[in-house]
């Protein structure tokens, strides 16, 4: 099985210094090309320097933001994945 991931984000989904970026995942498995979306969700957060790092750790004001973030993700994913599988023949 192999995969080939794209080297940046088909979506990025903001709220405040909280995102949630939205990859798409081509996996080779028995001959069939599969897509698979992975989600990457940071904050970032300033330094006392005044350079910008990343962390994937929250405090709880910041939860509602990552499920917000999250959702809308997953939402995307979802959308996508039926708007790709609209040439897909409908069976009865």
């Known amino acids: 099985m192999t995969q080939q991931t794209s080297t940046a984000p088909i979506k990025v ?5 909280i995102s949630a970026s939205v990859w798409r995942n081509e ?3 028995n001959g069939t090309t599969v897509v698979r979306h992975s989600v990457r969700i940071q904050k970032r957060f300033r330094q006392d320097d005044g350079e910008w790092k990343n962390t994937d750790y929250f405090f709880p004001e910041d939860l509602p933001k990552l499920q917000l973030v999250a ?3 997953f939402e995307f994913i979802s959308l996508k994945d039926s708007e790709d599988n609209t040439d897909a023949p409908t069976t009865l």
């Not at 989904?13 to 210094?17: L, Q, S």
């Open 13 to 17: 989904i903001r709220a405040g210094t």
């Open 27 to 29: 996996v080779e498995k």
């Open 71 to 73: 959702a809308k993700a």
